[in-house]
């Protein structure tokens, strides 16, 4: 069965940093490209940003480029998003998405909440 | 990376069918074989319904159907059900970048 949890979030001021983590299991995490996907209280999906299968591609919307950086662990099965200068329109929950045929296993989300 | 247009909201009574479209442009729904539908039902996460503009993956209802013409997307439910109420995207993937619609809330009336 395919898997995929994620943590790190919580609460953090304007300008602080987070690190979300992705566990994914049940399926070759190497294979695939993966994907960060967020949603705004109330708000509709924000594709954040999706890497290659070994991290040799990286893509970006425009509101994170230069704040946001996404990377794997394909040894351990896991996807990053490294969150700096954070925004307090960055408040959102965080999904971590399988790409395979389009966004097809998503995890349950891990809460983010820029405030201070 | 402008969102895709949908109707903030559609309604239909139980049995009958309903279509919800999204707009976007020459850059991306028109010019994508990667458009993608999803469900979401309040408080989880959104599901695949359907990939690749008209393809259901396994499991979907085919009551669940997709088409594309021009830059217009159109999701269509067929014999509409009390569960079919939730809210709908689209997305449409180009060169590394997805970009989803704003949504659509289904009421089933």
């Known amino acids: 069965e395919v898997q995929l949890v994620e943590s790190g979030g919580g609460l953090v001021q304007p300008g602080g940093s987070l690190r979300l983590s992705c566990a994914a299991s049940?399926?070759?995490?190497?294979?695939?490209?993966m994907n960060w996907v967020r949603q705004a209280p109330g708000k509709g999906l924000e594709w954040v940003a999706t890497?290659?299968?070994?991290?040799?591609?990286?893509y970006y919307v425009d509101s994170v480029k230069g704040r946001f950086t996404i990377s794997r662990d394909n040894a351990k099965k896991s996807l990053y998003l490294q969150m700096n200068s954070l925004r307090t329109e960055d408040t959102a929950v965080y999904y971590c998405?399988?790409?395979?045929?389009?966004?097809?296993?998503w995890g349950q989300g891990t809460q983010v909440t820029v405030s201070s | 990376q402008s969102a895709l247009t949908q109707p903030a909201s559609v309604s239909g009574s139980p049995g009958q069918s309903i279509t919800i479209s999204c707009t976007g442009t020459s850059s991306d729904v028109g010019n994508s074989n990667f458009v993608s539908w999803f469900q979401q039902h309040p408080g989880t996460a959104p599901k695949l319904i359907i990939y690749e503009v008209t393809n259901r993956p396994s499991g979907v209802s085919h009551r669940f159907s997709a088409s594309k013409s021009g830059n217009t997307a159109s999701l269509t439910i067929t014999g509409l059900q009390a569960g079919d109420e939730a809210d709908y995207y689209c997305?449409?993937?180009?060169?590394?970048?997805?970009?989803f619609g704003g949504g659509t809330k289904l009421t089933v009336l």
């Open positions: 049940g399926f070759i995490f190497s294979s695939y490209w």
């Open positions: 998405v399988r790409d395979f045929l389009g966004f097809d296993y």
């Open positions: 997305s449409s993937y180009t060169s590394g970048s997805t970009t």
């Open positions: 890497i290659k299968q070994d991290g040799s591609g990286k």
